[in-house]
């Protein structure tokens, strides 16, 4: 839902990422309350999506979905012919302040990549090019003393995919915002029978960050397979919401969450695979691991599985812990102290989601959230 502010400049949006069964409401793990800014758009002509998509459920919910279309300066739509296997990554970058609503349309048996990029203010990524500050420098100072370089704002993207028949869509979402950005990413994905989707979340830092997915396996042996690996030190906010409904026969998902806390970061997860009724022979499996290097880290981790129907497997679980003595003392043994051993936890990381960053955009936002990190062994 949405609630006025007195500025008329700001709303605030309750009850966001919004898990389908609520639980433990005493430590406040069932949603986020975000505020965000609107713009006046009186006067402007905005091009909406096709009205198939408004049926598409997103990650955030609905309030976040009615601010990204009242917000957007326009909507993209894209299509994908049928049988067509894309060459070209479909490209969505937004740096502070911006909103962008997108809508793929991947028809029976094509293939795409959809890269979904959310970056601070250090780099600016225009088309496939990427402008650092010109001399070396510049660039130092940049990575010393970011909060100098940056603009606060909200970002924000909406993404709704349809996949038909047989399609084949690789989604790729990296997110490596300013600590004084807001950045909110809600995707919603509709998969028909034979459709498979692979998701690679890379979720690096950001001052909040809030993502949410939804993905309706609706046809029979529609497949989702979701890697997620995130980074949060300082005094940074994730909040992320996933749900998996897997509603025709024989559908598989497989969740997998791995990532690095220190400081005083705040992380929430909550994933739900929901196995509607009717759907037989249904399996899915989430897991998520968890690495705390803060004594003020704040973790919560709300796995659920949700289940209507027989003959229908689901499974779940979570492993959160510290680098252990045993750890330290092997890597002491050989010159490194313990903030270095923790650090190699962390720039390992940055070097996966550098290795299989797709385009250009993808990788310069990776450098940039990494500062010195990666340039330790250049």
């Known amino acids: 839902m949405m609630a006025e502010k007195n500025l008329a400049s700001e709303i605030t949006l309750e009850r966001v990422n919004v898990a389908p069964a609520q639980t433990w409401n005493r430590l ?58 894309r060459e070209e990554p479909i490209v969505v970058c937004v740096g502070a302040g911006d ?53 606060s704002g909200t970002s924000a993207s909406l993404l709704r995919v349809i996949a038909e028949a047989g399609a084949r869509v690789h989604l790729h979402e990296y997110v490596a915002a300013s600590t004084d950005q807001q950045h909110l990413e809600s995707v919603g994905i509709s998969a028909a029978r034979d459709a498979r ?15 949410g997915l939804t993905c309706d396996l609706a046809g029979e042996r529609a497949r989702v397979d979701l890697g997620c690996r995130y980074h949060a030190g300082g005094a940074e906010v994730l909040d992320i919401n996933e749900v998996v409904r897997q509603r025709g026969r024989n559908t598989r998902s497989e ?7 220190e400081d005083a970061a705040k992380k929430s997860l909550r994933t739900t695979i929901d196995l509607v009724h009717g759907a037989k022979g249904a399996q899915g499996n989430e897991a998520e691991t968890v690495l705390v290097l803060g004594d003020d880290v704040v973790n919560k981790t709300l796995p659920t599985i949700l289940c209507d129907e027989d003959d229908v497997a689901g499974n779940h679980g979570a492993t959160i812990g510290s ?11 050989r010159g490194l102290s313990r903030k270095d051993a923790e650090q190699l936890f962390v720039r390992a990381l940055y070097e996966d989601a550098l290795m299989h960053a797709p385009c250009p955009e993808a990788r310069a936002v990776v450098e940039a ?3 010195s990190l990666l340039d330790e062994e250049a």
Not at 115 to 142: M, W
Not at 255 to 261: E, I, P, R, T, W
């Open 28 to 85: 406040r793990t069932n949603d986020i309350t975000l505020t965000v800014p609107v713009r006046g758009r009186k006067g402007d002509v905005y091009f909406s999506l096709p009205r198939l998509f408004e049926g598409v459920e997103c990650g955030m919910g609905r309030a976040v979905t009615d601010w990204v279309e009242s917000q957007a300066a326009d909507a993209r739509y894209v299509e994908v012919s049928r049988g067509e296997r």
């Open 99 to 151: 909103v962008a609503d997108t809508g793929v349309m991947v028809r029976a048996g094509a293939e795409c990549t959809i890269v979904i990029v959310a970056e601070g203010d250090l780099t600016k990524v225009t088309g496939s090019s990427v402008r650092f500050p010109q001399n070396s420098a510049d660039k130092k100072n940049l990575t010393d003393d970011p909060v100098t370089f940056v603009r």
């Open 197 to 211: 989707v692979d998701v690679h979340q890379y979720l690096l830092g950001g001052g909040t960050v809030a993502l």
């Open 255 to 261: 969740l997998s969450y791995n990532g690095v806390l």
């Open 323 to 333: 680098v252990s003595p045993e750890q330290l003392a092997f890597l002491a043994s």
């Open 369 to 371: 959230g990494a500062g």
